[in-house]
């Protein structure tokens, strides 16, 4: 159940296949439900800054997600994004990954409950 908001410096040529694939890789890596889609993507082209030694293309991908995930979890999320990335925005595209780790119990989901008390249906110790 994470949410993302990707943020680009430039507009995406194809965005549902760009959001399509971003999701895919969220299925594959974190094992999400294949119908867990909660994404906002937002392509400024004014009002995005970035470091002043770099003028390029720039994407940044956050995420909260359940806490749980290993480090080899997250280290092939990492590199499946940037890659997603590179093939939007071309090999200097920069990209970063910010993921925000949420415990379940401060996650708030169906009908007020506390994700802690919820069956989900997938897993976050992988």
């Known amino acids: 159940m994470p949410f993302s908001r990707i943020t680009t410096n430039f ?12 999701h895919k890789i969220m299925v594959d890596v974190l094992k999400i439900p294949d ?7 937002d392509q400024k082209t004014k009002g995005f800054y970035q470091p002043t030694n770099y003028s ?4 940044v991908f956050e995420i909260a997600m359940f806490s749980g995930r290993t480090i080899e979890t997250k280290r092939k999320l990492y590199k499946d994004l940037i ?7 071309g090999e200097s595209c920069r990209a970063n990954v910010i993921l925000k780790e949420v415990e379940k119990e401060n996650w708030g989901v169906e009908r007020g409950q506390p994700a ?3 069956d989900l249906g997938f897993k976050t110790n992988i």
């Open 11 to 22: 507009c995406l040529e194809n965005e549902s296949v760009f959001i399509d694939e971003f």
């Open 83 to 89: 890659a997603l990335a590179s093939s939007v925005g």
């Open 56 to 59: 390029g293309k720039y994407i």
């Open 116 to 118: 802690s008390d919820v």
């Open 35 to 41: 119908n867990d889609r909660l994404v906002a993507l």
